[in-house]
């Protein structure tokens, strides 16, 4: 079984920047197509970011495209979220997740993953 926690949320104010980590316990995370996905209140969770199981390609939803950084490191069996510019709508509890199996673009839907972290929040003051 995968465990996953991340970490690295808190407060930050508008345009600053913030690093969440999401370590992984129980298997090697070097096979499987990991991902971020946020949910703010009231919302649905999104999806925020993507990265194959060999470090690339990666894919990102338009609203934090060229601000969001998604990277990984299996030697360390973590992977990261590299948040820059943030604004206030991206106020949101941020999740890493993990797919063993994975077609086309499904790494953008929420059932595609098959394990998740407990989330961290992230909160951007104006």
């Known amino acids: 079984q995968l465990q996953l926690v991340e970490s690295g949320g808190g407060l930050v104010q508008a345009g600053g920047s913030v690093r969440l980590s999401c370590a992984a316990s129980g298997r090697t995370l070097s096979s499987y197509l990991m991902g971020w996905f946020r949910q703010a209140p009231g919302k649905e969770r999104e999806f925020v970011a993507a990265?194959?199981?060999?470090?690339?390609?990666?894919y990102y939803a338009d609203s934090v495209k060229g601000r969001f950084t998604i990277s990984r490191d299996n030697a360390k069996n973590t992977m990261y979220l590299q948040m820059n510019s943030l604004k206030p709508e991206d106020t949101a509890v941020y999740y890493c997740a993990a797919a063993r199996n994975y077609f086309g673009d499904s790494f953008y839907y929420r059932n595609s993953y098959d394990y998740w972290g407990q989330g961290t929040q992230v909160t951007v003051s104006s």
């Open positions: 990265i194959r199981a060999s470090g690339g390609p990666t």
